[in-house]
């Protein structure tokens, strides 16, 4: 079933609603999981009551990669084409899922009249840009199941919940809610700019959204909520990402900045550099759109869940509830 409207004349498509019983599909697009890992993941969600598939080559490596480029979209495309795969459930970032977009099955994958949820962020963010560009596919900007599901411990219970009610399933004796507040252990986000704003809401991991531009799977920022977030950058090097955005004209045509955890992004030498805050007071502020900042999605713990491709406001004046709220469920029942 397609759903509303998406961008560039594609029609959004959204997953159905999850429920126990389900078949979550455990993948690798870029970097190998950790075996140990997947076994305590694949167990965890077991236990749960889904059914969990675990690909015999999960844990293959090449180098930085999962196995070949080949080999890794055999994987993708098997899963993503299974009209049983009702979750993609992406265990691991690092590199390499670009290098799988022409690679995929894009005829067949229009084809699906119901998408599987894909959850993941980081290097996941080219697989959550394309597949929205392309197919309209609803997915998800969640944890990564190496580091939610295979840890040492299970993962709180309020992020547990709220990764579940946004997939449309909730935790036995769970309640329907889509931020669970307060924000855990992250300080509320704060306003870089104000005002209110609706749109649909795209982006993720910034280096990733900078290395499609120019690709036939380049974002497009036009009346979007547009989210970033990234781990490991000098505030310079945000800055060239983001002036390369705004040279291509992909943030002024915003209808607002949703910013999320900027983890290990400080300068070598602070004394010859811009704050992070003051890189990105010179490309937000003066937009004219809300910012909101400090939103707990990223390489963070205890990351929340965001749907990619719905529509949700921003309002920088309400309260905690209302910084972010969803217009339109990302799932459907089916």
């Given at each position: 079933?397609s759903?509303?409207g998406?961008?560039g004349?594609v029609?959004l498509k959204?997953p ?6 389900d078949r979550i ?7 190998a ?7 305590k993941?694949?167990?965890r969600?077991?236990a ?5 598939v ?5 844990c ?8 070949s ?12 084409l299974?009209e ?16 799988l ?7 067949r994958l229009?084809a ?5 949820a894909i ?14 560009r ?9 944890p ?17 919940e709220q990764f ?5 399933a ?7 809610v889509?931020?669970p507040?307060p924000?855990?252990?992250h300080p ?11 749109g ?6 910034l280096?990733l ?5 120019g690709t036939?799977w380049e ?13 490991g950058?000098e505030?310079?090097?945000v800055d060239r990402m983001?002036?390369?955005?705004a040279?291509a004209?992909?943030?002024e ?5 949703l ?5 290990h992004?400080h300068?070598?030498?602070?004394n010859?550099?811009l704050r ?6 010179d490309y937000?502020?003066?937009l004219g759109?809300p910012?909101?900042?400090?939103w707990p ?21 309400a309260g905690p509830?209302?910084?972010l709220s969803?217009l ?7």
């Open positions: 079933m759903v509303g998406g961008v004349g029609v959204k159905r609603r999850l429920k126990p019983g599909v455990l993948a690798s697009p870029s970097k999981p950790e075996p140990a890992a997947v076994e993941a694949a167990c969600l077991r749960l009551g889904y059914e969990v675990v690909p015999d080559d999960l293959l490596r090449r180098g930085y990669l999962a196995g480029d080949r080999a890794r979209a055999e994987r993708l495309n098997g899963a993503l299974d049983e795969t009702a979750c993609l459930l992406c265990m691991a970032g690092g590199y390499g899922a670009m290098r977009l022409p690679f995929l099955d894009w005829d229009a699906r009249r119901i998408p599987p959850v993941g962020f980081s290097d996941i963010t080219a697989l959550h840009i394309a597949l929205n392309r197919l309209g596919w609803v997915t998800y900007h969640g990564m199941g190496m580091t939610m599901w295979g840890g040492d411990e299970p993962p709180a219970p309020a992020l547990a579940w009610a946004s997939l449309g909730l935790v036995p004796g769970g309640t329907s889509f931020w507040l924000f855990m252990e509320v986000p704060v306003p870089l700019a104000p005002g209110v704003a609706e649909r809401l795209c982006g993720g991991n280096a959204v900078t290395a499609l531009m036939p974002i497009d920022t036009r009346g979007t909520i547009l989210f970033l977030e990234d781990v950058e505030p310079y090097r983001l002036c390369e955005l040279l004209g992909k943030l045509v915003c209808a607002g900045i910013l999320g955890g900027w983890t992004c300068a070598e030498t602070p010859a550099s992070l805050e003051e890189v990105f007071e937000f502020v003066g759109i910012v909101l900042s400090g999605s990223g390489h963070l713990p205890n990351q929340l869940t965001l749907p990619l491709g719905v529509r949700v406001r921003i309002d920088t004046g509830e209302g910084l969803l339109e469920t990302p799932w459907q029942e089916a």
